[in-house]
């Protein structure tokens, strides 16, 4: 009776899968099917592709950040003595530095010494950026303490200066070369300020994988720095580590209290706020973009329904004179459209996150075919490329198409499920 079977039946299923693999001479739309497939498929493996390597992006930059700087800064609020001198320095640092170390979530606190200085070997010049540390708080640092590449022993710190690769290539040194550093606020003499200068032996070369450190970055003994930038017994910072990055500023009102309550913060959040809030608007706009392909590539099924709608006219009134109520053939219809959008998805899933899994390989692969030179990391401040597959991503793309899939399909269905069998026969 018409009406009378269950929705989804398995006649239901069959039929789908009869039209969806007839051959063209039969009426079916088989060119058409693939042609929809394909184009689902890879329109799905953009979008996973491109959601992994902005992800990779974030998450390369954000431990590349926090790999090598402090997630909060805490400095000496500024005041001026009697004698009318403004001071900026953190006087007790060590006392200042274990009660922060007490802060919960709290994992490092290093007292700082920070300036700009020149630095000259080999007749070459650069500007860098000196921190100075003790030893054992250098080797605290995550990505100094497994960079990418090293040289030297970071042992030896106490006994003269650590310094990027950048800075390295620059000045046209290596391990056991001696550097000279120019600092302009030196001495103060009669004639006014004389620039200070020291010689000291490079003792280890590191790269941590983001330009902008590797090409500034000197690290020196904390002693040593006090002396060479007038910090006598005072430090121009805390750096602090924390164990949740992300939820930083949570704990800047305890970290603060701790330090002594006349110092303020600044965290990596507001140091770089401007890259992530840039990096998290690329990823809405491309997968919008991407999103605009995959209906593009959906519209296809509703064309192809479309025609094996036309095609399939008689078999449609023959299987309502039969019995089958409007809901079966749309049913039957749906099942060919989303079948198709289903198929194409999990294809595209399958090579997005294969792609993603094993993109050191294939981007060599693209670098050697192009003659090299396709990454350049001081224009983007990290090594290689980066991707990261989340489930979220592969999810949001998984429902994107076959949300559109069956959006689509549903159209061309109901009008199958509409024809009149009566004017389907009439010409037969």
Not at 95 to 110: C, D, K
Not at 319 to 346: D, E, K, W, Y
Not at 393 to 422: C, E, I, Q
Request: proline share 3%; with cysteine.
């Amino acid at each position: 009776m018409a009406g009378s079977a269950a929705p989804f039946s398995s006649f239901e299923w069959l039929i789908a899968w009869r039209y969806l693999r007839a051959r063209r001479r039969e009426g079916g739309v088989s060119v058409m099917t693939w042609i929809s497939l394909i184009g689902i498929a890879l329109a799905v493996f953009a979008l996973i592709a491109t959601l992994s390597v902005r992800s990779g992006f974030r998450s390369e930059f954000v431990a590349t950040i926090l790999g090598a700087n402090a997630h909060v800064q805490v400095f000496q609020s500024p005041y001026q003595t009697e004698h009318g001198q403004v001071i900026r320095t953190l006087s007790d640092y060590d006392a200042r530095a274990e009660a922060v170390r007490q802060v919960a979530g709290v994992t490092r606190v290093a007292p700082t010494v920070r300036g700009q200085v020149l630095a000259s070997a080999n007749g070459r010049n650069a500007g860098v950026e000196v921190l100075g540390q003790i030893t054992q708080d250098v080797k605290t640092l995550p990505l100094l303490a497994e960079p990418e590449i090293s040289m030297g022993n970071l042992d030896r710190l106490d006994e003269g200066i650590a310094i990027g690769t950048g800075v390295a290539n620059q000045l046209g040194v290596v391990v056991g070369d001696r550097v000279q550093l120019i600092s302009p606020n030196g001495v103060q003499g009669l004639m006014g300020t004389t620039p200070r200068t020291s010689t000291y032996e490079v003792v280890h070369v590191f790269q941590v994988g983001r330009f902008d450190i590797d090409k500034v970055r000197v690290y020196m003994p904390l002693a040593e720095a006090q002396s060479f930038f007038n910090r006598d017994g005072v430090v121009d910072e805390l750096e602090v580590l924390v164990e949740d990055a992300e939820g930083v500023n949570t704990l800047v009102p305890a970290i603060l209290e701790a330090s002594g309550g006349d110092t303020y913060s600044w965290t990596w959040q507001q140091s770089s706020g401007g890259f992530l809030r840039a990096l998290e608007m690329e990823d809405n706009i491309m997968f919008v973009i991407l999103s605009i392909l995959v209906l593009i590539a959906t519209l296809n099924i509703t064309s192809g329904l479309i025609m094996l709608v036309k095609n399939k006219g008689r078999d449609v009134g023959i299987l309502r004179t039969m019995g089958l109520s409007q809901g079966s053939i749309l049913r039957v219809f749906f099942i060919c459209g989303s079948g198709i959008g289903l198929i194409g998805t999990a294809v595209g899933v399958v090579l997005g996150c294969l792609f993603a899994i094993y993109i050191d390989p294939i981007f060599g692969f693209v670098n050697w075919a192009l003659g090299g030179g396709v990454w350049d990391p001081s224009v983007r401040f990290i090594s290689q490329l980066p991707a990261e597959l989340r489930m979220v991503d592969v999810l949001r793309a998984a429902g994107m198409s076959l949300g559109l899939s069956f959006v689509v399909t549903y159209f061309p269905a109901r009008r199958a499920a509409r024809m009149n069998p009566v004017e389907a026969l009439r010409y037969e």
